[in-house]
């Protein structure tokens, strides 16, 4: 572990969790809320904190804030215009080190493998970065198994070309700087686990343990490479979608060679300017994750700009010109709604969504379709992302409430809707959503990022784009399966009836038989109110009763009496403190 580099992560840690918990815990309460702050510029100072550490670092934080950089749909303005120079800003690694990394995976000079290797890198990221390469022509007539390591499980390639090539290579010491990044995360952890409130809601330890371990997966470019080639089998036949060509008998564990598919990013400004309407990208997007997740139970967990282009299609007269396709960094003329293909590429962290969770995932998303909150809640329960004790009723009546403010609201007002309707919101539930227990399974997580970083990047295309009517197609789908399933399990229902009827007769003859009965949500809250307010109540009365106890011995005692009298008086008035901010 790089020990200088660790205390630098927990010193800005140490420094944020301070931060916080003064400005936005003690500062929040009664009486000292006049002493708070615009918090905006705060976080903001913060952030370009936490953007020039990664940028000086790398690893772990640069990944963390390109993804906080994309929720535009969440994070205020101020805050993404601080972290979004993470997405160009993450130095290139030394070129002469990265030729050491690549003969040190091939066992061989890299002069005996490519003809040609640029010098500047297509893309710089926080594991890993892609240089532009030619191979030399007679390996690729070959496997090219490299000498140190096993080579992937998928096929070579026998249509890419030398010259539209590109080696993805992890960077050097990348193993040990994540290493330290997890250790500064594993500490983080120990330090939020005194929190009980956080504690008793998750289980942080397993989260961090899920991150770790899905993290050290990405630094295996041979997974990569056979998440790829699973990616391309599942929309082989979808023609809006390509995927980079993996030449198997040069991938190692550190190193990765693929066609090059640089061609426009998933952005507004380059879209434009080739005639591609972004809002049908983002349209095209949506819909293709939708697929993902329902058709394929696969995710591209990684959906940001750097990781999504748009292959521009020459039209028909341009076909009829002569011109067949374009090439990766070419100038495209803009002319008027130009068709795409949708090129994904980084599929280090692709999620498999495992059985157990592709029911409760098609069920969560055709409740909010449908706008039911109890199948919603069942759904998340189901998931094991509410653990044993959570109030499903009342969760139920919050998440009506929430379906209602943002339903219909475009994308790009969402953030807006939700601020505004965030204080209603707590006055009314937050008790509720801040003790309700919750678990999220690591691939529930994944997934969550990547649709969060989707609506982000949809946001980014067409601040207008309505996701309710883009999900409505998927309805019936989810839908039709739901009616199955749900005749399924009446069937199963009803032939219990008889035994159950029976049990329960039984159980009333003999005296066993009870009622229980429990408030509704709106009494339970009144209840927790009260019981707030009487605990208030006891603290003011002590306070107040050692008060008039100090006041008396002081006025009428001298010398130990007027000493106590005074302790007294400290003490009735720190309770009396208390019990008011309390």
Not at 41 to 56: G, K, S
Not at 236 to 260: C, M, Y
Request: neutral net charge; proline residues 7%; aromatic residues 6%.
């Amino acid at each position: 572990m790089d020990t200088r580099r660790y205390r630098r992560i927990r010193g800005f840690i140490l420094r944020t969790l301070v931060h916080a918990l003064w400005w936005e815990v003690i500062l929040r309460l009664p009486l000292l809320r006049a002493l708070r702050s615009d918090p905006l510029p705060r976080w903001q100072r913060r952030a370009r904190e936490f953007r020039t550490l990664a940028v000086d670092l790398g690893g772990v934080l640069i990944k963390l804030g390109q993804y906080l950089s994309t929720r535009v749909d969440v994070l205020p303005e101020a805050i993404v215009d601080e972290l979004s120079g993470l997405r160009d800003e993450v130095p290139p690694e030394d070129f002469d080190k990265v030729l050491e990394r690549i003969e040190e995976a091939y066992g061989r000079p890299p002069g005996e493998i490519f003809a040609a290797i640029e010098r500047h890198p297509l893309g710089a990221a926080s594991l890993a970065q892609v240089h532009s390469v030619r191979l030399r022509p007679e390996l690729l007539q070959q496997d090219g198994a490299p000498s140190e390591e096993a080579p992937s499980e998928t096929a070579p390639s026998e249509t890419t070309q030398p010259s539209a090539a590109v080696i993805k290579v992890l960077r050097p010491r990348i193993e040990i700087l994540v290493e330290t990044d997890l250790a500064a995360v594993s500490l983080a952890v120990r330090w939020l686990k005194r929190w009980k409130a956080i504690a008793r809601r998750a289980d942080l330890e397993a989260m961090a343990e899920e991150f770790a371990a899905t993290t050290r997966r990405e630094l295996d470019l041979r997974l990569e490479a056979s998440n790829t080639e699973h990616f391309r089998d599942a929309f082989a036949d979808d023609p809006r979608v390509e995927v980079p060509e993996i030449l198997s008998g040069f991938t190692t564990r550190s190193t990765l060679i693929e066609s090059n598919v640089a061609f426009l990013p998933a952005q507004r400004e380059p879209l434009l300017a080739a005639g591609i309407d972004p809002a049908e990208v983002a349209q095209t997007l949506f819909q293709l994750y939708l697929e993902q997740l329902f058709r394929h139970d696969l995710i591209h967990a990684d959906p940001h700009p750097g990781n999504l282009f748009l292959r521009p299609l020459p039209t028909a007269q341009e076909r009829a010109a002569g011109r067949q396709a374009f090439q990766p960094g070419e100038e495209v003329p803009k002319v008027d709604q130009r068709e795409f293909r949708v090129v994904f590429i980084d599929f280090g962290m692709m999620t498999t969504i495992p059985p157990h969770l592709r029911d409760s995932l098609r069920r969560y998303a055709l409740g909010l379709i449908q706008r039911d909150p109890a199948q919603v809640v069942r759904a998340l329960s189901d998931a094991g992302l509410l653990l044993p004790g959570a109030d499903l009723e009342s969760l139920e009546e919050a998440v009506a409430v929430i379906l209602d403010r943002i339903w219909g609201v475009d994308i790009g007002k969402l953030n807006t809707a939700a601020l505004d309707a965030a204080p209603s919101l707590m006055k009314e539930f937050g008790s509720l959503l801040l003790e309700t227990p919750v678990q999220a399974p690591v691939d529930l997580l994944f997934t969550g990022r990547a649709m969060e970083l989707l609506l982000g990047l949809t946001t980014s295309l067409d601040p207008r784009f309505d996701p309710w009517r883009a999900a409505r197609p998927y309805a019936k789908i989810l839908g039709d399966g739901g009616l199955v399933e749900g005749l399924s399990r009446r069937s199963r229902q009803l032939a219990r009836f008889p035994l159950e009827v029976i049990d329960l007769v039984s159980d009333a003859r003999a005296g066993r038989l009870t009622v229980r009965t429990r408030p509704d949500a709106a009494s339970r809250r009144r209840q927790q109110r009260l019981e707030a307010r009487l605990e208030s109540l006891r603290w003011l009365v002590a306070g107040s009763a050692l008060l008039v106890s100090g006041a008396l011995m002081r006025s009428l005692g001298s010398g130990g009496e007027a000493l106590f009298g005074t302790l007294a008086l400290g003490l009735g008035t720190l309770l009396l403190i208390v019990g008011l901010l309390r």
